[in-house]
T-cell receptor
Framework: AQKITQTQPGMFVQEKEAVTLDCTYD???????LFWYKQPSSGEMIFLIY??????QNATEGRYSLNFQKARKSANLVISASQLGDSAMYFC????????????????FGQGTILTVHP | ETGVTQTPRHLVMGMTNKKSLKCEQH?????MYWYKQSAKKPLELMFV???????ENNSVPSRFSPECPNSSHLFLHLHTLQPEDSALYLC??????????????FGPGTRLTVL
């Protein structure tokens, strides 16, 4: 079974500081993809960053980077130089192959972390 | 970014009404999804269409009926809903759900209230 765990219901950060949002995952498939999404209060889910299980380097996308520790099965999102507009819910998600097959299926989402950026 | 659009953005309906949610994607994708997001609950996948074939029905009650006439359009037909069906309904699209790197792009959602 695939599982994503986000243990931080809420996080606070000062503007311009960096913040790390935790995500751990569980799968028996050695080939999987990890995703982070941002959901502002407006509701739309915005794709931020992707990390593949075979990628040698941590993914980066502007101020977002993924601290990928495969042995620990963690894929933490690091947001540098936080901005007020970063205040939102953040979801970690994973895709792995279903039932030992060759094709990948649905995304499994975590519970989310609410990030609040203080001025 | 208007890659995935959803209408209406807000909907209030009685339990005896019939309504439909519409989703349209302009990204040339082949897969489309319906998710339900209730307050204080994780995102729930409802239906998936890949290349117009339904590949997932996540034990969704029959009062929700999806329709995917082509790769660009997805509908969710609603009838005799319950108050607990009040939620944010999100549509998403992606290139091909069978691929590991496949990234889903979401619409703005329809906030549904059932009275």
């Amino acid at each position: 079974a695939q599982k994503i765990t986000q243990t931080q219901p809420g996080m606070f950060v000062q503007e311009k500081e960096a913040v790390t949002l935790d995500c751990t995952y569980d799968t028996s498939d050695p080939s999987y993809g990890l995703f982070w999404y941002k959901q502002p209060s407006s509701g739309e889910m915005i794709f931020l960053i992707y990390q593949g299980s075979y990628d040698q380097q941590n993914a980066t996308e502007g101020r977002y980077s993924l601290n990928f520790q495969k042995a620990r099965k963690s894929a933490n999102l690091v947001i540098s130089a936080s901005q007020l507009g970063d205040s939102a819910m953040y979801f970690c998600a994973m895709r792995a192959r279903r039932g030992g097959g060759t094709s990948y299926g649905k995304l499994t989402f975590g519970q989310g972390t609410i990030l609040t950026v203080h001025p | 970014e208007t890659g995935v659009t959803q209408t209406p953005r807000h909907l209030v309906m009685g339990m005896t009404n019939k309504k439909s949610l519409k989703c349209e994607q302009h990204l040339g994708h082949n897969a489309m999804y319906w998710y339900k997001q209730s307050a204080k609950k994780p995102l729930e996948l409802m239906f998936v269409y890949n290349f117009k074939e339904q590949t997932e029905n996540n034990s969704v009650p029959s009062r929700f009926s999806p329709e995917c006439p082509n790769s660009s359009h997805l509908f969710l037909h609603l009838h005799t809903l319950q108050p607990e069906d009040s939620a944010l309904y999100l549509c998403a699209s992606s290139q091909d759900e069978r691929e590991r790197t496949d990234t889903q792009y979401f619409g703005p959602g329809t906030r549904l209230t059932v009275l």
